[in-house]
C-alpha cells in the first residue's frame, strides 16, 4: 500500500538557519505529493504540491520541496526560518481514486 | 465566508447525548472529508463522500453517522461516544477531475472532548 514516512518526529532549529524536513514515500509510479502546515488549534494549509514536471516546487511562505525519484524522498526546505514558522508539518500522498495519505508529521520549533 | 468553515469549533459532551458537527465548503468543490486528529497519532481518514456519495469509509464505529445533504455541506453526527474519541475533527474539501482527488482545502476543526 502507498504510504508516506517522516523520520523526524521534532526538530528544533534556530531562528535564521535553514531548515530542511524529511518525508519518504513508497508507490511505484510517479506520486502526487504535498506539504501541509498546522499551527496550533489550525486546520492544515497546503503549502506545495508535486504533480508531474519541475522537480524543485517552489510554496507559500518562502517554503521550497525537491522530488527525488532516486531517493524516493520529497523534503521541504526554507533558507532562513523565522519563529512563526514553529508549526507542525505534514508530507502527504495519494494515487488515483482514494483520497489523501498523510505522514505521521514533524514538530518543528524554533529557538531564539 | 470563505475556505471551509466549522462549527462549533469546541464541544464538550456527555457519553449519552447526541451533537452535530457542521462543515461548509465556499470553494464550488464536489468532494469532502472527514478526519480524526487525536494527540499523538497520525491524520485518520473517516469519511469521504464524491459528488455527495459516500465513497470510503474507514472502519469507524456506527457511533459517528456522516450525512451530506449537499455538495456545499457535511454533517457529523454523533451519539454515545467514548472518552477516546475526544480529539480534533477537521473537515476537508476538494475538486475530484476524472477520478482525480486532488489536493484538499481544511477547515480549522472541531475540538471535541467525551467526559
Known amino acids: 500500500a502507498q504510504s508516506v514516512t517522516q523520520p523526524d518526529i521534532h526538530i528544533t532549529v534556530s531562528e535564521g538557519a535553514s531548515l530542511e524536513l524529511r518525508c519518504n514515500y513508497s508507490y511505484g509510479a510517479t506520486p502526487y505529493l504535498f506539504w501541509y502546515v498546522q499551527s496550533p488549534g489550525q486546520g492544515l494549509q497546503l503549502l506545495l504540491k508535486?504533480?508531474?514536471?519541475?522537480?524543485l516546487v517552489q510554496g507559500i511562505k518562502g517554503f521550497e520541496a525537491e522530488f527525488k525519484r532516486s531517493q524516493s524522498s520529497f523534503n521541504l526546505r526554507k533558507p532562513s526560518v523565522h519563529w512563526s514558522d514553529a508549526a507542525e508539518y505534514f508530507c502527504?500522498?495519494?494515487?488515483?481514486?482514494?483520497?489523501?495519505?498523510f505522514g505521521k508529521g514533524t514538530t518543528l520549533s524554533v529557538s531564539s | 465566508e470563505t475556505g471551509v468553515t466549522q462549527t462549533p469549533r469546541h464541544l464538550v459532551m456527555g457519553m449519552t447525548n447526541k451533537k452535530s458537527l457542521k462543515c461548509e465548503q465556499h470553494l464550488g468543490h464536489n468532494a469532502m472529508y472527514w478526519y480524526k486528529q487525536s494527540a499523538k497519532k497520525p491524520l485518520e481518514l473517516m469519511f469521504v463522500y464524491s459528488l455527495e456519495e459516500r465513497v470510503e469509509n474507514n472502519s469507524v464505529p456506527s457511533r459517528f453517522s456522516p450525512e451530506c445533504p449537499n455538495s456545499s455541506h457535511l454533517f457529523l453526527h454523533l451519539h454515545t461516544l467514548q472518552p477516546e474519541d475526544s480529539a480534533l475533527y477537521l473537515c476537508a474539501s476538494s475538486q475530484v477531475l476524472g477520478g482525480e482527488y486532488n489536493e484538499q482545502f481544511f477547515g480549522p476543526g472541531t475540538r471535541l472532548t467525551v467526559l
Open positions: 502527504a500522498t495519494y494515487q488515483a481514486g482514494t483520497a489523501l495519505i
Open positions: 508535486y504533480f508531474s514536471g519541475d522537480t
